[in-house]
């Protein structure tokens, strides 16, 4: 599944240094050739305490309140479909980025491996679409990651959004490493569960480490854009991609009573959409886009702004000071920020700046809040913050939305979006679907 866009905490984040006994290391270790250097039975007993703690870890944390997904969560071995691990090793705006590939069977590496299949971030599991079954452990540098598993409390709420139980059939888009779609397997049963996964080499990883769980569930190779019409309808369609709008496949493959749930990309990483697709029993579908503080990566082909190349100049000069009439939006007013990725288009945020910064990089403008109360640094041809302050007015005089409709029309026109009646709404058309090149046959 591609990675959260509130995942940008994990992408910026340092990793620790690579250590000595590592990087000394003379002779790879080639996960293919994995050899049983601890015992089996302390290999499954040590996992297994390590699920144990991640569940009631999020029961307390009162993300985990389905009792049959506490049951799969533990059930389902996630060393079995995360046996490897990437980590970076170098910092932010690092160029060529360096990693080191943990083995899970490699005693040097498994306690780390072990910690981080069952924390909470994103586990990086491939580069630049490589082959899974030759990969060597050890430091490797460049490269960018192709995929990853989900933000572990985002896959649960994502899950439990969606309500699963048995007997319901299920479509994961874009599984990545398959570890949604095996919790959904284990709940719904054999041979309900599909996921469409375009690349190859990912599709039969998944597929394998699937069979080895003895979980039936079907891994088909092919454009996740056009879902998978065999298997049709799904009760539950769950997408492991962000798209700027809905592919209308999804929705003539969503069967009465269903739900379909997916992230809205715009080129701003840092407000995704969260967007609820419902087919009544009687065939009407209805659609919701609310803001949330994290999302999916982007499908292939959509590139995301980036504040990065801009931080230095930043902080050397935040701008001119001047007064500002509006009060820096809260982080949870979702249903604002949603509107300025569509309505203040081009803009995003340096999450890891010490006060509140916008940036337009391809203008060349930004916008610090601060210092003070009523003060507002900005910078460059365009005034990114009066930008923000005229939203923040339509936002208000709309009544402060947090949720929006879609109007998904019928797969032939524009999808448009209100947060309501009259003339005071909200509105936008969604972009279209960027041309992505297919795989070849």
């Known amino acids: 599944m591609g990675a959260l866009t509130g995942a940008l905490q994990a992408a910026a984040a340092l990793w620790s240094p690579l250590p000595p006994s590592a990087a000394?290391?003379?002779?790879?270790?080639r996960l293919s050739q994995r050899t049983a250097l601890m015992s089996p039975d302390l290999q499954v007993t040590d996992a297994s305490s390590r699920r144990a703690a991640l569940v009631e870890r999020l029961t307390s944390a009162g993300v985990l309140t389905d009792p049959q997904l506490r049951d799969a969560l533990l059930r389902v071995r996630r060393e079995v479909l995360l046996p490897?691990?990437?980590?970076?090793?170098?910092?932010?705006?690092?160029?060529?980025?360096?990693?080191r590939l943990l083995d899970g069977s490699h005693p040097e590496d498994r306690q780390e491996?072990?910690?981080?299949?069952?924390?909470?971030?994103?586990?990086?599991?491939?580069?630049?679409?490589?082959?899974?079954?030759?990969?060597t452990r050890g430091p490797v540098t460049g490269g960018r990651m192709t995929s990853m598993s989900t933000y572990t409390p985002a896959t649960i709420e994502a899950l439990q959004f969606l309500g699963l139980a048995p007997g319901l059939r299920y479509l994961e888009l874009g599984p990545g490493p398959g570890v949604s779609l095996a919790l959904a397997a284990d709940i719904t049963g054999p041979g309900l569960a599909t996921g469409v996964e375009r690349d190859t080499h990912m599709a039969?990883?998944?597929?394998?480490?699937?069979?080895?769980?003895?979980?039936?569930?079907?891994?088909?190779?092919?454009?996740?854009?056009?879902?998978?019409?065999?298997?049709?309808?799904?009760?539950?369609?769950?997408?492991?991609?962000?798209?700027p709008c809905v592919?209308?496949?999804?929705?003539?493959?969503?069967?009465?009573?269903?739900?379909?749930l997916s992230t809205l990309a715009t080129r701003t990483p840092s407000w995704p959409g969260q967007l609820l697709v419902t087919r009544s029993d009687r065939g009407r579908v209805e659609a919701v886009l609310r803001g949330r503080p994290r999302g999916y990566r982007p499908m292939r082909g959509y590139r995301w702004l980036s504040a990065l190349e801009h931080r230095a100049r930043i902080e050397a000069d935040p701008g001119t000071a001047?007064?500002?009439?509006?009060?820096?939006?809260?982080?949870?007013a979702y249903g604002f920020w949603l509107a300025a990725a569509y309505l203040a288009p081009g803009?995003?945020?340096?999450f890891q700046a010490r006060t509140l910064t916008i940036v337009a990089p391809e203008d060349d403008s930004w916008a610090v809040a601060g210092p003070g109360d009523g003060t507002v640094r900005v910078h460059g041809p365009r005034d990114v913050w009066a930008e923000l302050e005229d939203l923040h007015v339509r936002w208000q005089d709309a009544g402060r939305p947090n949720a929006y409709q879609v109007d998904l029309t019928d797969g032939t026109g524009a999808q448009t979006v209100t947060s309501g009646p009259g003339p005071q709404a909200l509105t936008w058309t969604l972009p279209p679907l960027a041309t992505v090149p297919r795989p070849t046959p």
């Not at 803009?347 to 340096?350: F, I, N, P, Q, S």
Request: hydrophobic share 40%; proline share 9%.
């Open 204 to 243: 039969a990883f998944v597929q394998r480490n699937l069979h080895r769980l003895g979980i039936d569930a079907a891994i088909v190779e092919a454009d996740a854009l056009d879902g998978h019409e065999a298997r049709a309808p799904y009760d539950r369609i769950h997408s492991g991609i962000g798209v």
């Open 347 to 350: 803009l995003v945020r340096d």
């Open 247 to 260: 592919p209308f496949a999804w929705v003539k493959q969503l069967a009465p009573g269903g739900r379909l």
């Open 24 to 29: 000394s290391s003379g002779c790879p270790h």
């Open 322 to 332: 001047r007064p500002t009439r509006l009060v820096p939006p809260s982080d949870d």
């Open 84 to 99: 490897h691990a990437y980590v970076r090793v170098s910092g932010p705006g690092t160029e060529p980025i360096d990693w």
């Open 113 to 135: 491996w072990l910690d981080l299949i069952h924390g909470d971030e994103s586990v990086l599991l491939q580069r630049d679409g490589e082959p899974l079954d030759t990969l």
